[in-house]
């Protein structure tokens, strides 16, 4: 069954720095992929999606990459900021229908 | 405001006593799902709907039920609540089956004694 690995349940970064984050799927590779933000006690906001025929995308200080041999996807915040403390969340779509399988999260931290 | 709402925010409840999670969107969206979010299981997918009475399983439908009878109402019904189902509990919608940016609501922290 598809499985979705976020490289790290806990990443901490200094204010200023570039955050990357982590997102590994196993067997088929979907149409497109997705990542949230979520803050605590509140539902995820969507940020960028990407398709498989796109390498990456961008938005702001957000850049995400999609890399179907790898079976991988990585989210970078350019320039973090305190306020960009929160977890962020992967998905994808298994089935073409929106029904999203979500990765556990990463929680990042972003230290003055 | 273009907003998904959840009622209610928060419930303590018993094994065993029906109880209803009411969902709603004004935006118009033809596809609306349910998800619950549990400490490292991440959020999972329970029912979801395409449109008006048209609804499916998910990852986890067991111990739940949904109903879509107006486009904008999508109910999530525990029939006999068991402590399994404490849960922090998400309803979220989207424009369409090809529209993938879902929206969600603020979520409903579920626990059942």
């Known amino acids: 069954s598809q499985k979705i690995e976020q490289n790290s349940e806990a990443l901490n970064i200094q204010e200023g720095k570039t955050a990357t984050l982590t997102c590994n799927y196993t067997?088929?590779?979907?149409?497109?992929l997705q990542w949230y933000r979520q803050d605590p006690g509140r539902g995820p906001v969507f940020l960028l999606l990407?398709?498989?025929?796109?390498k990456e995308k961008r938005k702001e200080r957000l850049k995400v990459t999609f890399d179907t041999t790898l079976k991988q996807s990585l989210f970078h915040i350019t320039a973090s900021q305190p306020a960009d403390s929160a977890t962020y969340l992967c998905?994808?779509?298994?089935?073409?229908?929106?029904?999203?399988?979500f990765g556990t999260g990463t929680r990042l931290t972003v230290i003055p | 405001e273009a907003q998904v709402t959840q009622n209610p925010r928060y419930l303590i409840t018993v094994t065993g006593k029906k109880l209803t999670v009411t969902c709603s969107q004004n935006?118009?969206?033809?596809?609306m799902s349910w998800y619950r979010q549990d400490p490292g299981l991440g959020l999972r997918q329970i029912y979801y709907?395409?449109?008006?009475?048209?609804?499916d399983k998910g990852d986890v439908p067991e111990g739940y039920k949904v109903s879509r009878k107006e486009k904008r109402n999508f109910p999530l019904i525990l029939e006999s609540p068991s402590p399994n189902q404490t849960s922090l509990y998400f309803c979220?919608?989207?424009?369409?089956?090809?529209?993938?940016?879902?929206?969600f609501g603020p979520g409903t922290r579920l626990t059942v004694l």
């Open positions: 709907s395409m449109n008006v009475e048209v609804t």
């Open positions: 067997n088929y590779s979907p149409a497109y």
């Open positions: 979220a919608s989207s424009l369409s089956v090809l529209t993938q940016e879902q929206f």
């Open positions: 998905a994808l779509d298994r089935t073409g229908a929106n029904n999203l399988f």
């Open positions: 990407i398709r498989e025929n796109e």
């Open positions: 935006m118009n969206h033809e596809y």
